[in-house]
């Protein structure tokens, strides 16, 4: 066993065992490396280990902040879609990180099974079940991504919100809020920067020679993807390139005729971002059925990074998402809210970084800067 372990193991079983806790704080570094006659090193790496297990916080210039306060709470987990590639990883790494400090996870699959499912009759009516469920077994918190793919999907978040304050059990809401900015839930939310992702693409696309760029996405769809139209529509505007109702579709993912012919009109786009990966996968057959290169004809973007992106012919441009670190975060967030209901709400965005393929065209340097520098000024205007 490497030494940060040792010093990892011991710590974690005092926090599990109530030997520290938030009144009585784990020892200084100093005081550690001298009790484990170990380095400055092997100590960080093994807080760094407690951080990410979810028992404590770190805050510079102050004492480690234990955030576990005992044994054997349950931990409620809601997904608006159990099989995307998004929340799969993420319900895995909960459940890590529950097992390690020793709590159980309650996992409760609603709604449609994947993104491609049109059976949502009685989706609002299992959430709230769960969500009573969960409030009947005195859960401690719930981990929560909020329901999609229904016309009232707000009224139902509302719903499953105000079961969860009605017997004070803290809620952390993961990808996205219930509510459409600049409103707020008033819950904390661990997620990425939508509508600054989608300004990069933009960013991306208007350096590698876009002019008419547009947004598809499905009907009923997510706050997430709605704040990524909303980036799609404010890049457009910075680079003053055109924009109106015919440069965004709303269809089923399934719907290729609908996409086909989207893509045919005149005049048709040369860039095409998508609220998700599974939509540019179908914006691709589509566009090789009607003939058009990619890149050279037709640019495309998704969202999400996930499998597929890497083997689409061409492979997929997109924006990756950080299941697990959100997974992490947003865990470490409710024993904190757990441990301290006070907390000011807080939204968390966390990096999402642009991953370029070969859908979208090389950017020259030169002619980059120039288009950044441009779309940067006007920001400022």
């Known amino acids: 066993m490497a030494k940060y372990e040792e010093i990892f193991a011991a710590l974690k079983s005092g926090i599990l065992d109530g030997n520290y806790n938030r009144s ?14 170990s380095s400055r090193t092997a100590v960080r790496h093994a807080v760094d280990e407690l951080v990410r297990a979810g028992l404590v916080s770190r805050h510079h210039g102050r004492l480690t902040e234990v955030l576990y306060g005992g044994r054997g709470r349950r931990i ?15 319900a895995l790494r909960v459940s890590q990180l529950c097992t390690a400090a020793g709590h159980s996870l309650l996992f409760a699959a609603t709604g449609p099974r994947t993104v491609l499912d049109r059976h949502t009759d009685g989706y609002a009516a299992d959430v709230l079940a769960v969500a009573r469920d969960f409030v009947s077994q005195k859960v401690a918190g719930v981990l929560f991504q909020p329901v999609s793919f229904l016309p009232d999907a707000e009224t139902v978040n509302e719903n499953v919100l105000a079961l969860f304050r009605a017997a004070k059990i803290p809620v952390v809401l993961v990808d996205y809020d219930t509510v459409l900015p600049p409103r707020r839930s008033g819950c904390d939310v661990v997620g990425i920067d939508n509508l600054g992702a989608a300004l990069e693409i933009c960013a991306h696309l208007v350096r590698a020679g876009a002019r008419r760029i547009h947004f598809f996405r499905r009907p009923q769809c997510s706050n997430v993807v709605l704040n990524r139209l909303r980036g799609v529509r404010l890049g457009a505007a910075l680079a003053d390139l055109p924009w109106d109702s015919r440069s965004e579709l709303a269809c089923e993912l399934d719907d ?12 048709r786009p040369d860039a095409v971002v998508c609220g998700f ?38 492979p997929l441009t997109t924006i990756h998402q950080p299941s697990e670190a959100i997974a992490e975060e947003a865990f470490r967030r409710l024993l904190a809210r757990i441990e301290n209901p ?17 859908s979208t065209r090389p950017v020259a340097a030169a002619g980059g800067n120039a288009a950044r520098t441009n779309m940067e000024e006007k920001n400022k205007k």
Request: aromatic fraction near 6%; include cysteine.
């Open 256 to 267: 290729d005729a609908a996409i086909a012919r989207h893509l045919a009109k005149r005049p």
């Open 24 to 37: 009585q704080p784990i020892p200084s570094e100093r005081a550690l490396m001298r009790k484990f006659a």
């Open 76 to 90: 409620g987990l809601i997904p608006c879609v159990a099989e995307s590639e998004f929340f799969q990883p993420l």
């Open 277 to 314: 990966d599974a939509m540019a996968v179908r914006v691709l057959r589509a566009a090789r059925r009607l003939k058009l290169r990619v890149p050279e004809d037709l640019q495309v973007v998704g969202f999400d990074d996930g499998s597929a992106a890497r083997f689409t012919d061409p």
């Open 342 to 358: 006070a907390l000011p709400p807080a939204e968390i965005f966390l990096n999402a970084p642009l991953v370029v393929r070969e």
